[in-house]
């Protein structure tokens, strides 16, 4: 079964927000844009849309607003979330405050995680979640 939450952003692409498979809900990648606007949270473009600076806690923020939204409208939670992976653009200058931030959320559930540099990702954004919860 798909899911497709009122709250997070559209989708990039033609694929649900999750799915569900037995007792297991699947998230597609989530990052920090918001419902209903092309504008990224943290992040400023110049006019050929190439990003010229952004904050990378205004996007850890906004990308785990999102995954709670998505959750949420699937029947799941926060809580339930037992495997996470990160996608970020720029370990170097990123690592330590995107850190910082995910124990903030995180520090009550301890999902397994894996943290990896990318290259690009398909929109102006610095980082992207995959995720795996229980429902």
């Known amino acids: 079964m798909n899911y497709t939450s009122s709250k997070a952003p ?13 007792n297991l809900l699947f998230l597609s990648g989530v990052g920090p844009r918001k419902k209903g606007s092309k504008d990224i ?10 990003i010229i600076e952004y904050d990378i806690e205004a996007q850890c923020h906004s990308v785990f607003n999102n995954i709670k939204y998505i959750l949420e409208d699937a029947g799941s ?7 996470v992976t990160v ?5 170097k200058d990123d690592f ?9 959320y995180f520090k009550d559930n301890q999902p397994c995680r894996t943290t ?9 954004i610095a980082i992207e979640l995959k995720c795996i919860a229980t429902i």
């Not at 559209?10 to 037995?22: C, E, I, S, T």
């Not at 939670?77 to 495997?83: H, I, K, R, T």
């Not at 996608?87 to 370990?91: D, E, G, I, Q, V």
């Not at 330590?96 to 903030?104: D, F, G, H, R, T």
């Open 116 to 124: 990896v540099e990318v290259n690009k990702l398909p929109t102006p």
């Open 10 to 22: 559209d989708a990039v692409g033609l694929y649900p927000h999750a799915r569900k498979v037995g």
């Open 87 to 91: 996608f970020l653009t720029n370990m």
């Open 41 to 50: 949270p943290g992040v400023t473009l110049n006019s050929s849309g190439a």
């Open 96 to 104: 330590a405050i995107y850190n910082k931030v995910y124990a903030e």
């Open 77 to 83: 939670s926060w809580e339930q979330l037992v495997d």
